[in-house]
């Protein structure tokens, strides 16, 4: 009785030390498999090249250009219509408030339908394309270049802040001719010089694929190949000096010759009615300047505080000029 027990006992020890010896040995068999599997996966995907990752905008940048936006189109409304308005005579000036608010809508509506995508997009040396008429293809998540390497803002916001370039221009001119022609043919002029001149000389200007698209040589020459004709040859235009300021001022220059002088110049005062919201017009005009000037660096980062200092020294001459 005592052998059987013995051996009874003997047998199920070599069974279930047979038993732990398989469940130890089961897993090592998959795993061995497994890692011989993954290593030519893993080979595969080092070898082959690492994908950039998606340029994803800056909420700070977006912030600071949606600010920009405001300051500009505070510049025009009321601005720029005040600064005006206080220069005419009473009797024109709901007029010219009119004219610069009524410019101002009309550009910001043809901007959408035609002009931005003629002013910014791959074209020709002079023109854009049709590729984003009505703002086609562009979405939430579409972003613009800046000018830092790996720096985007969101499209809709880049296309917003050109648009208040492109309606101060044209307002810009109302004054060269004020109180000397219909309303209907300003808003004809403003269109037309809108779409054959402000355009093309933004695009010569102011296009380029930005510095994301350069990497060496041959890309540098492809960008360059692409963008606006006056950028190709070299010319810098941070804040519209080129595309807003000569270009209002010659377009102005040549309607005021071509309109002629005022009925009644030299034998009646002509003189401004309200010289308070002239002032309150060119204060309006000065702070929004902030926006028209550092916003055009399209990010917020260094170069926008000395705008800040240019500014205070502007504010400090005049005082100096005050005083004496």
Known sequence: ????????????????????????????KPVAETAATAAPAATAEAAAPAAAPALVPNKGDTAWMTIATVLVILMTIPGLALFYGGLVRSKNMLSVLMQVFVVTSL????????????????????????DKLFFKGITVDSVAATFSKGVVIPEFTFAAFQATFAAITCALIVGAFAERIKFSAVLA????????????????????????AITDEKTLEAVTAAAGWLWAKGALDFAGGTVVHINA?????????????????GKESMAPHSLTLTMVGAALLWVGWFGFNAGSNL??????????????????????????
Not at 11 to 28: I, K, N, Q, R, T
Not at 107 to 130: D, E, K, R
Not at 252 to 264: E, H, N, S
Not at 300 to 320: I, K, R, S
Request: glycine share 12%; aromatic share 18%; hydrophobic share 50%.
């Open 249 to 265: 001022a010659v377009a102005g220059l040549v309607g005021a010759f071509m309109v002629g002088k005022r009925i009644g110049y």
């Open 299 to 324: 990010e917020a980062n260094g170069v926008t505080p000395p705008f800040c200092q240019h500014l205070g020294c502007y504010c400090g001459c005049h005082l100096g000029l005050d005083r004496r």
């Open 189 to 212: 002029f403003c269109a037309l010089w809108f779409t054959f001149s402000y355009l093309p000389v933004a695009h010569m200007v102011w296009y380029w694929d930005g510095p994301d």
């Open 107 to 130: 550009i910001y509506v043809l901007w959408v339908l035609y002009g931005y995508t003629l002013a910014f997009t791959a074209g020709n040396p002079f023109f854009g394309s049709f």
């Open 1 to 28: 009785m005592k052998k059987f027990i013995a051996t009874l006992a003997l047998g199920m020890g070599l069974v279930f030390a047979h038993g732990v010896s398989m469940a130890e040995d089961a897993p090592a």
